[in-house]
T-cell receptor
Framework: DGGITQSPKYLFRKEGQNVTLSCEQN?????MYWYRQDPGQGLRLIYY???????QKGDIAEGYSVSREKKESFPLTVTSAQKNPTAFYLC???????????FGPGTRLTVL | GDSVTQMEGPVTLSEEAFLTINCTYT??????LFWYVQYPGEGLQLLLK?????DKGSNKGFEATYRKETTSFHLEKGSVQVSDSAVYFC???????????FGSGTQLTVLP
């Protein structure tokens, strides 16, 4: 089955530690995106990538970093510079043909 | 910048009631418009979309019409079910990479 996987589903980290969230897709989509969701709020764009080895900052990129070494993978690192990292993180992918984004199940990060 | 404004929730309805969730968007460019649904603890699922003015998106009994003159994309369903209880997000596409700008979401609860 084609889809987007994110792991782990729940992640706990101590304050000051970097943590990397995984996102993999087998939909052969060119574009991938990372969003952050806080309780009772909409999604905010962190980073996006249209092709391998290229990515752009979204609206709230500070304190985050990404890489796109393979078409299928777009990992997000939450660094210690992110002041309030506890949130629900969603990865998505899309093709230019449809423009619709398809989402993974999300990773809930809690920083203690 | 681009923005999407959604009717604030929460919305509570009885089963078989008529549903309307209002959504308006900023009119820059020629965006595609989307409705996504999120069940507790999960990622977002695409519910329906419309890519140009006067298009009607429909899925699972839900409908929304792209109204350029009123910059609106209201979600409707004639008879809601308990299983429709979820958070609904309106979104518009933005930018060359077709990033999505989301509304803040509307929590719908349907009572039996």
């Amino acid at each position: 089955d084609g889809g987007i996987t994110q792991s782990p589903k729940y992640l706990f980290r101590k304050e000051g530690q970097n943590v990397t969230l995984s996102c993999e897709q087998n939909l052969n989509h060119d574009a991938m995106y990372w969003y952050r969701q806080d309780p009772g709020q909409g999604l905010r764009l962190i980073y996006y990538s249209q092709i391998v080895n290229d990515f752009q900052k979204g609206d709230i990129a500070e304190g985050y970093s990404v890489s796109r070494e393979k078409k299928e993978s777009f990992p997000l690192t939450v660094t210690s510079a992110q002041k309030n990292p506890t949130a629900f993180y969603l990865c998505a992918s899309s093709t230019e043909r449809t423009g619709s984004q398809f989402f993974g199940p999300g990773t809930r990060l809690t920083v203690l | 910048g681009d923005s999407v404004t959604q009717m604030e929730g929460p919305v509570t309805l009885s089963e078989e009631a008529f549903l309307t969730i209002n959504c308006t968007y900023t009119a820059t460019g020629y965006p595609s418009l989307f409705w996504y649904v999120q069940y507790p603890g999960e990622g977002l699922q695409l519910l329906l979309k419309a890519t140009k003015a006067d298009d009607k998106g429909s899925n699972k009994g839900f409908e929304a019409t792209y109204r350029k003159e009123t910059t609106s994309f209201h979600l409707e369903k004639g008879s809601v079910q308990v299983s429709d209880s979820a958070v609904y997000f309106c979104a518009r596409s933005s930018g060359s990479a077709r990033q999505l700008t989301f509304g803040s979401g509307t929590q719908l609860t349907v009572l039996p």
